[in-house]
């Protein structure tokens, strides 16, 4: 590369003392952030998969029943700050999601005078997980509840991809707890690397929500939280907008069961969560697709044809026919939803729904998903 010639001596320098003036204003921001950052005693970061939306949240209550003054911060459905009040707000966003936003999060912990605070990790690039450990958060407590095969377009497709990515937010010298699940493997060799005081906690054998509290409670335990304050404090922990839930409701004289899972990203949750809830009959199935994550829609379309053989599956998004028909899904029972109106896409799946089975929303949050979920929650009744 040819640098390009300068000819006035003036105009060099003030681009030199411009450049100097920028790389002195990043270096003070960067020492002010370490600062803020380090002056707070208690900082616990939330990874996975799945899960980590509800953990973080679970131990935000836990803490703020102990007595601390805590800041929490999720960033699942949609970002949302939780203050030492226990009240929310949303996070705003300026433009898409960025790791950088973390530096905020910890000014407005200073200035809310919070003694703890407990993030979920929002990275998803490997690069981006190991800056946001090293440089944004320093974990004094971390905890990843599962690293379960999703966002195969940025971590690959190996079957240990996703460990590989979480394990870059492994701490230095700190508390790192994970579920059995993924004890050992990539995990564990770099929590040895980095001299971490690792704890595994048992959830194999759990429903999912019982396996975040198992989460969570352990994380408290080596805060030295009691598990009746900590279970005390979980039952003012609140639920994120998307998490799953099971309602029933009716439309246009048509009744109908609706479990929405759409914020579940992953396969292995899916069928857990499938597995989780009796759903009697021929179940109708909307698979909300995002055309950026062609990789989980492909993983999506072959489980269904797993778990619902029989099933009536109506797409929403980029879902081409030619990744239905490889999945094993026959032409006849596989649907192009033809409105992007929550309403009338309820109405269509109601409509096509058998007496008593179950419509599941699976695939997505974002557009369709999140308008369904928000036209539930208002109009059914949880079951």
């Known amino acids: 590369m040819t640098l390009p010639y300068i000819s006035d001596l003036r105009l060099f320098l003030a681009l030199l003392s411009g450049a100097a003036g920028i790389v002195a204003w990043l270096g003070l921001a960067a020492f002010a952030h370490a600062r803020r950052r380090d002056a707070m005693p208690i900082r616990v970061h939330v990874a996975g998969s799945r899960g980590k939306t509800t953990v973080t949240r679970l131990i935000g209550a836990a803490l703020r029943a102990e007595g601390r003054r805590v800041l929490v911060k999720t960033t699942g459905t949609d970002p949302v700050l939780i203050l030492p009040d226990g009240s929310e707000r949303d996070w705003p966003r300026w433009g898409p999601p960025s790791i950088s936003e973390q530096t905020r999060f910890f000014r407005e912990a200073q200035r809310l005078k919070a003694d703890a605070v407990v993030l979920e990790s929002m990275a998803i690039e490997p690069e981006y997980l190991w800056a946001s450990e090293n440089y944004l958060v320093r974990a004094t407590h971390t905890l990843i509840t599962n690293a379960r095969p999703d966002h195969a377009e940025v971590v690959g497709t190996h079957p240990l991809a996703a460990a590989h990515?979480?394990?870059?937010?492994?701490?230095?010298r700190a508390r790192l707890l994970v579920s059995d699940e993924i004890a050992g493997g990539p995990i564990h060799a770099r929590a040895t690397r980095r001299k971490c005081a690792v704890t595994v906690v048992s959830t194999a054998a759990l429903r999912h929500d019982d396996a975040n509290r198992a989460m969570a409670l352990a994380l408290c335990?080596?805060?030295?939280?009691?598990?009746?304050t900590a279970r005390a404090g979980f039952d003012k922990a609140g639920?994120?907008?998307?998490?799953?839930?099971v309602a029933r409701g009716a439309l246009e004289g048509r009744p109908f069961r609706f479990a929405s899972a759409f914020s579940c990203n992953d396969t292995r949750s899916l069928e857990q969560l499938w597995h989780e809830t009796p759903s009697p009959g021929v179940p109708v199935i909307l698979f909300n697709a995002r055309h950026d994550r062609p990789e989980r829609t492909r993983a999506f379309l072959a489980c269904l044809a797993r778990l619902a053989p029989s099933g009536e599956i109506y797409l929403s998004g980029f879902v081409p026919r030619r990744w239905t028909r490889a999945a094993g899904l026959a032409?006849?029972?596989v649907h192009r939803l033809a409105t992007g109106n929550a309403r009338r896409a309820l109405a269509t799946l109601a409509a096509a729904a058998p007496v008593g089975a179950t419509i599941w929303g699976i695939g997505n949050y974002s557009r369709l998903g999140r308008d369904i979920v928000r036209l539930l929650r208002t109009e059914t009744t949880p079951c």
Do not use: Q, Y
């Open 331 to 333: 032409d006849a029972r």
């Open 221 to 228: 335990a080596t805060l030295g939280i009691s598990d009746s």
């Open 239 to 245: 639920a994120d907008r998307g998490t799953f839930f």
């Open 165 to 172: 990515a979480m394990s870059l937010v492994v701490p230095n």
